[in-house]
């Protein structure tokens, strides 16, 4: 088996990519590069089994029915909500809603922060992978998942904070050992230094190893209730097994 994990960037400058290949209970990076550019990343998840996509794979429904309703002048708030609840419906999906109940981390929000950018950029990737008759489903079920890296190291049980601040390089160093600590089948091989000194392309390894998780059928799935909007607004693949099982 072979995962591809993309931690995405509105541009490819902060865009990170990673593939590892799965062989006889072994994990090899066999690709990690940052600055990964549009063909570089469908040409990976074309190749790959599974693929995980750090970025949110669609836009909350109310959120796509509120835009439409401006649109037209017909914006109705709903009686019995406050301004925040109401601007919380429209900011966050379901499955934000999902990851916040299990881990406690908010995911931040596609339709209000900057996060919208990567997401413009992530539709145009889907389509371009639906055009070449790859299976996409943002639910997951297809040949792309979504991922949230801090989530799946919290329920791996790994330091999941810190490691992103400029001034502290050593948690990065720190969390890639615990990593490897937690995972000795995992071989960096030449792409060590790089995982330990960009969080970009360790967020992208953390995204391929989630892929195998998703593969493996280890992570949260929707409820038949949450599947309908897991297709449309995508779905956030959370591990629930032990990181020790995905080889």
Known sequence: MQTAGVDLAAE????????????????????????????VIVAAIADADKAGIDCPLGWPEAFVAFLAD????????????????????????????????????????VAADLIGHAA???????AQLASQGQPVDRSGTGV???????????????????YKRPRDAR???????????AAPWLDLGKHD?????????????VAALTARAAAQG????????QQAAARSEGWIALPEAPLSLLA
């Open 193 to 205: 230094a790089l995982c330990m000194t960009s969080h970009d392309a360790f967020d992208a390894v």
């Open 171 to 181: 948690a990065l160093t720190a969390l890639a050992g615990n990593l490897l600590a």
């Open 144 to 162: 792309v998942v979504e991922v949230y890296p801090a989530a799946s190291l919290k329920q791996w049980e790994l330091p999941y904070r810190g």
């Open 218 to 225: 280890m992570t949260i799935r929707p409820s038949d209730e």
């Open 120 to 126: 413009m950029r992530c539709a145009g990737l889907l």
């Open 12 to 39: 490819p400058a902060r865009t990170a990519l990673a593939v590892i290949r799965w062989h006889d209970g072994k994990a090899a990076v066999t690709k990690l590069v940052r600055g990964a550019d549009d063909d």
């Open 70 to 109: 401006h649109q037209a002048g017909h914006v109705v708030i709903p009686a019995g909500l406050t301004g925040q609840q109401w601007r919380r419906r429209l900011a966050w999906r379901r499955t934000d809603e999902a990851v916040r109940a299990q881990t406690g981390l908010i995911p931040l929000s």
